[in-house]
């Protein structure tokens, strides 16, 4: 079993920044992690996600060049850095884990995820 805590979300202003952060806890930090968000009357969307290694990182199309995500395997935490926030990125964000490698930007690929934690984005 692997608990996942998200913190770090609020309220900012178009163009500022927050960085979200996720701690896991459980069994062994071995797992793909991914951050994903659903907006109020939308579908949940993949945002981003890392390798066990950290060495591979992938993006949706709507936050490359704004957002990084990171982890610390060490501390068993990871983040996501987002910059140039839009009011079309208000959503709450969760981090989920999942096994291996693939299917690292679907839901599917995961089985573990976090409450979430609401970022709002004002104009």
């Known amino acids: 079993q692997v608990r996942l805590v998200e913190s770090g979300g609020g309220l900012v202003q178009a163009g500022g920044s927050l960085r979200l952060s996720c701690a896991a806890s459980?069994?062994?930090?071995?797992?793909?992690m991914g951050w994903f968000r659903r907006a109020p009357g939308k579908e949940r969307e993949f945002v981003a996600g890392?390798?066990?290694?950290?060495?591979?990182?992938y993006y949706a199309d709507s936050v490359k060049g704004r957002f990084t995500i990171s982890r610390d395997n060490a501390k068993n935490t990871v983040a996501l850095q987002m910059n140039s926030l839009k009011p079309e990125d208000t959503a709450v964000y969760y981090c989920?884990?999942?096994?291996?490698?693939?299917?690292?930007?679907?839901?599917?690929?995961?089985?573990?995820w976090g409450q979430g934690t609401q970022v709002t984005v004002s104009s």
């Open positions: 989920a884990a999942g096994p291996g490698t693939v299917l690292l930007t679907v839901g599917s690929g995961y089985n573990y």
């Open positions: 459980g069994r062994t930090f071995s797992n793909k």
């Open positions: 890392i390798t066990l290694s950290g060495g591979n990182t």
